[in-house]
């Protein structure tokens, strides 16, 4: 089993429809979680980031950790085409090294 | 200001070949982490400095990989009798303070072994 499993796509919306990504983990230490958004054949973009449990909100997307489930999601609202990447979730300890365990990333589509 | 930049962007070698692949990373961020990315999976971690030390190495796959940082800015990954399967795209991050959670990538290098 992974540490980190995240579905990987493609998944397919028509713009303007509200989008939701998640991954699940098996370590109960990880403390620290990332998406990124990653376009072909560029360096991952960091999106969001939160600390523990809890919601976190910036514009257009929505990130929430529940601990309890070991269960991270990602919401974009009002989806565009330019939102049309690969989405990849990640996640660290709160100790030593910061060892990041990114998931294999969920390709998104947006359709005008 | 600048973001993370790699050199060289794409890198084409042939088996048994040594490589050295650059990371400038944002100035003044202390952390910095190296990863490898195939296709279709996310970046696997490969080391994290911070400052000039490599404060976790665990994620070099073998002893053909190595990397430094001696002064505590730039950083130098190298690969010894590069082998096929070493073909990937290898990502270069840096985060202010040694905190992981905001982690800024370069562009990456296109690393292909012949």
């Known amino acids: 089993q992974k540490e980190v499993e995240q579905d990987p796509g493609p998944l397919s919306v028509p713009e303007g429809a509200i989008v939701s990504l998640n991954c699940t983990y098996s370590?109960?230490?990880?403390?620290?979680f990332m998406w990124y958004r990653q376009y072909s054949r560029k360096g991952p973009e960091l999106l969001m980031y939160?600390?523990?449990?809890g919601n976190k909100e910036d514009g257009r997307f929505t990130a929430q950790v529940d601990k309890s489930s070991k269960y991270i999601s990602l919401f974009i609202r009002d989806s565009q085409p330019s939102d049309s990447a690969t989405y990849l979730c990640?996640?660290?300890?709160?100790?030593?090294?910061?060892?990041?365990?990114f998931g294999a990333g969920t390709r998104l589509f947006v359709k005008a | 200001g600048a973001g993370v930049s790699q050199t060289p962007s794409n890198k084409v070698t042939e088996k048994g070949k040594y490589v050295e692949l650059r990371c400038d990373p944002i100035?003044?961020?202390?952390?910095l982490y190296w990863y490898r990315q195939s296709l279709g999976q996310g970046p696997e971690f490969l080391i994290y400095?911070?400052?000039?030390?490599?404060?976790?190495d665990s994620g070099l796959p073998n002893d053909r990989f190595f990397a430094v940082r001696p002064e505590g800015s730039v950083s130098t990954l190298k690969i010894q009798r590069t082998e096929r399967g070493d073909s990937a795209v290898y990502l270069c991050?840096?985060?202010?303070?040694?905190?992981?959670?905001?982690?800024?990538f370069g562009p990456g290098t296109r690393l292909t072994v012949l």
């Open positions: 991050a840096s985060s202010e303070g040694g905190r992981p959670d905001t982690q800024y």
């Open positions: 370590n109960s230490a990880f403390q620290y």
């Open positions: 939160t600390y523990s449990s």
């Open positions: 990640a996640m660290s300890l709160n100790t030593g090294g910061f060892k990041t365990i």
């Open positions: 100035s003044g961020h202390t952390a």
């Open positions: 400095f911070q400052g000039t030390g490599a404060a976790d």
